[in-house]
């Protein structure tokens, strides 16, 4: 417990391990867009906002790291932004598993009814919408959605755990 509390307490060590953790995240999230297919919802762009939210806080905890006052704040807003996601993510799976609706964002979108037939064509061509209950890809009956609601809530409950024990060491 000693040696975690010095790890805890070395200034610019928890911040930039949020940084990396949400640009790992996130690039993953982009990987599996890009090479595996997996077109986002709009929730789950508003998931990947929460990441970023949280790097930024991660990253301004690197900056302000002399102070141990605002590193805490820094690294607290990070892991508010975390539990943000995996309220989203939360949302998300509900309305996956059609427990509630999702946003107006999340259901196709309506046309104009005095488009003719190639007209509308052409518009819902140029349409690039993605269901939010639609599941494109789960494993062990997971979906993305959950495995990331599971992740950003440990992130979160770690990094507010973290926030509690930081400055006890006598290296803060």
Known sequence: MQNLQKL?????????????VCLGTLATAFASEIWGGLKPCILCIYQRWAYGVAAGFGLLGVILSASLVLRRLMVALAGLSFLAGAGI?????GVEQLW?????????PSFDADLT???????MLAT???????????????????????????????TLWVVTRMGRGATA
């Open 8 to 20: 805890i307490d070395t200034p610019r060590l928890v911040p930039a391990l949020i940084v990396a």
């Open 89 to 93: 993510a939360f949302f998300h799976v």
């Open 100 to 108: 509630w609706r999702g946003t107006d964002a999340c259901h196709a």
């Open 117 to 123: 037939l190639e007209q509308l064509r052409e518009a």
């Open 128 to 158: 690039d919408f993605v269901s939010c209950d639609v599941i494109p890809w789960s494993l062990f009956g997971i979906s993305m959605a959950g495995y990331n609601a599971i992740f950003s809530l440990g992130l979160g409950l770690a």
